[in-house]
């Protein structure tokens, strides 16, 4: 995607310097457009954890050459175990992390030790070009999707109206994003789509994020607070609520930023399609009951307590908005159970949020689970 004409994904290798790659700092995204450079895996690890880069694939991706940097320090099997243990345990919800890892391990275990950096490199770079590839795939098959909504709206309604939480766009994966794939295309063809952004506290991810990403490619959206949801769709507002996800689990459950059960609450309650996007990356295979089974990540009480913005100088600065001492919960993610989905789109099209539905889609991948 592009900023201010020039296109970027979010994460790239420097062009003279192959063992440093680049990330959007996105603790400062939209006022401040800072490029941070990463060398080693401790700065990955800093990364990830304090969410200079954020969003499932994203996060899988920057730790895939997080591993890279790893290995041109130790490259033996002990280095290759400890930096994949490590760098697993830097987020614990989003699959995709665990999965990019143990994608690296598999390709490098049975290489020499010598040849495992450059390998890595060359693996961390095919999987971020998959996932671009992927994700434009999802958009396609959301497109076609939101055409046929489209196709059945109501006489003289003038636009698609979509809502989203948090943020699934670009930013969030290598390029294109997941939610956000869709809605860029029926954009670009023409299709007169509308997007309720979610606020998404606490830490804003849908009013800092998604709104910057809409706002850059020219796509109509409208910011609202994060409980308005139910009510736009008690008055016909929301044609289609899609979201990303960082985990999905074998029958369907889908863990998502906190918020993201009321929203499909309410959608259920009004008979509003509530479809999920995500490569099949996000899928744990491993797990079926995602209200019991996922680890919920638990973040710093500071995030409610306190919110984000500028200072009269234009500096980014933090506000309490609690009285001092007040305790504060921050439950980072939920699980949607897949009775309440109504579809999931993947990069091989669309199936119900089921076992049976996934499995149809990817009977190669529930084999070697
Ligand atoms: O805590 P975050 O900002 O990493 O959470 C991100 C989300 O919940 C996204 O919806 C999800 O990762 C899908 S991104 C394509």
């Excluded at 294109?176 to 991810?205: F, S």
């Excluded at 850059?216 to 289609?240: E, F, K, R, S, Y």
Aim: aromatic share 6%.
């Amino acid at each position: 995607m592009k900023i201010d004409g020039i296109p970027y994904r979010s994460v790239w290798r420097d062009a003279t310097d192959p063992r440093c790659v680049h990330i959007f700092d996105q603790t400062r995204l939209p006022w401040t457009i800072d490029i941070l450079d990463l060398r080693t895996q401790d700065a990955v690890a800093h990364a990830i954890r304090s969410m200079q880069v954020r969003g499932a694939p994203l996060i899988g991706a920057v730790a895939a050459y997080g591993l890279a940097f790893a290995m041109n320090k130790d490259p033996s099997d002990s280095g290759l175990r400890k930096a994949a243990e490590e760098l697993v345990e830097t987020r614990p919800t989003a699959i995709n992390l665990r999965w990019a890892i143990e994608r690296m391990v598999a390709a490098l275990s049975a290489l020499p030790a010598a040849s495992r950096a450059q390998a890595a490199y060359d693996e961390a770079d095919a999987l971020c070009d998959e996932d671009v590839a992927v994700n434009e795939s999802i958009g396609r098959h959301g497109l076609a999707l939101f055409e046929d909504l489209w196709a059945r709206r109501r006489p003289g309604q003038e636009r698609l109206n979509i809502l989203t939480h948090c943020n699934a766009g670009w930013i969030a994966t290598v390029d294109w994003g997941t939610a956000l794939a869709p809605i860029y295309m029926a954009h670009d063809k023409g299709l007169p789509v509308h997007v309720w952004v979610d606020e998404t506290r606490p830490r804003n991810q849908g009013g800092l994020l998604t709104a910057w990403e809409l706002g850059a490619h020219g796509v109509p959206h409208t910011l609202v607070a994060d409980n308005a949801g139910g009510h736009l769709m008690q008055h016909g507002q929301v044609d289609l609520v899609i979201v990303g996800t960082d985990r999905v689990t074998r029958q369907g459950d889908v863990a998502n930023k906190i918020g993201t059960y009321l929203k499909a609450l309410a959608a259920h309650d009004n008979n509003v399609p509530f479809w999920v996007a995500l490569p099949s990356s996000t899928i744990d295979w491993r797990v079926t009951d995602g209200v019991r089974e996922i680890p919920i990540e638990e973040r710093s009480p500071d995030e409610v307590t306190h919110v984000g913005g500028l200072d009269e100088r234009g500096h980014p600065a933090r506000v309490r908005v609690t009285p001092q001492g007040t305790f504060a919960a921050n439950p980072a993610f939920d699980v949607t159970p897949a009775r309440l989905v109504s579809g999931l789109l993947t990069e091989r099209g669309a199936c119900e949020a089921s076992m049976s539905g996934l499995a149809r889609l990817f009977p190669d991948l529930v084999q070697s689970a």
